[in-house]
Each structure stands twice: as structure tokens, then as C-alpha cells.
């Protein structure tokens, strides 16, 4: 099944606040919240993790019926490719160094910021490329 392609740039947009707010704050708790949600959307799809939840729950009953749908394989590797980078984070700021984890929560940050504010989903054009790759070494 397709996805609304709102829903995605919703989470985009929740994780882009989240990951700031981690940034200014070093709060390794919060950035394990966002680790879990990254989890739940690499695992389960999207429309399974926290934000795909809210989106699907309370705010796409108040948007007028979607009109672009994407396939759900791209954002699902996004998800997990911010699970690897959120992991990373989490690791520099508990076991150190901190600045990894501040790098690695920026970079989270700068990708999850491209999909909410332009719709570029960076995970997702890796996820072709590694797709047309892959289909060209065959």
C-alpha cells in the first residue's frame, strides 16, 4: 500500500524539532526517544512509528484526501538510516566522545530538515541509487 506523502514530511518535520532541540540542549534521553521512533519506522514502516501514528491519528483527518502517494520501501530506509546515525549519536553522547554525538545528531538534523522543508528525502534517493546499483551489477 502506498503512502500518503504528507505523512512522511510530517515525521520529517517532528524529527527535525526533535533532533534541534537535542542539539541545543545534549539531552542523550531525548535523542533515545528519537532512536526508538526511528526504530519503530525502520522496522514496522512508517506508518507504524510514533510520528506515522500522530500523522494517521490527528492530523490527516483534517487534511483534504492525499493526491501523491510514494512507495513505502524509500522512507523505511530512511528511517534506518537515521536509526544509524541516531545510534552513533547516542553512543557519543553517553559513552563519548560528545562531539560524535553531535555530529551525528546534526546530521540526522540537516536530512530530516531537506525532507520537511523541501521534500527531498535523502535516505530516500540513497535508497534508489543503492536500488539501480544493486540492478546493475545483476
Not at 32 to 38: G, P
Not at 39 to 67: E, H, I, K, M
Amino acid at each position: 500500500m502506498d503512502l500518503d506523502i504528507r505523512g512522511p514530511r510530517f515525521g520529517a518535520a517532528v524529527t527535525t524539532v526533535v533532533l534541534a532541540v537535542v542539539l541545543l540542549t545534549g539531552s542523550g534521553a531525548l535523542l533515545a526517544w528519537q532512536t526508538l521512533a526511528f526504530a519503530a519506522g525502520a522496522l514496522g514502516g512508517v506508518q507504524r512509528s510514533p510520528y506515522g501514528w500522530l500523522f494517521r491519528t490527528v492530523v490527516r483527518p483534517r487534511l483534504g484526501p492525499a493526491v501523491e502517494f510514494e512507495s513505502p520501501a524509500p522512507p523505511r530506509f530512511a528511517q534506518a538510516v537515521g536509526l544509524a546515525f541516531a545510534v552513533i549519536g547516542l553512543v557519543g553522547y553517553f559513552a563519548g566522545p560528545e562531539w560524535l554525538g553531535l555530529a551525528a545528531t546534526a546530521c540526522a538534523l540537516a536530512a530530516a530538515f531537506l525532507n520537511a522543508a523541501f521534500g527531498y528525502c535523502l535516505g530516500c534517493e540513497m535508497y534508489l541509487v543503492l536500488r539501480r546499483t544493486t540492478a546493475a551489477v545483476r
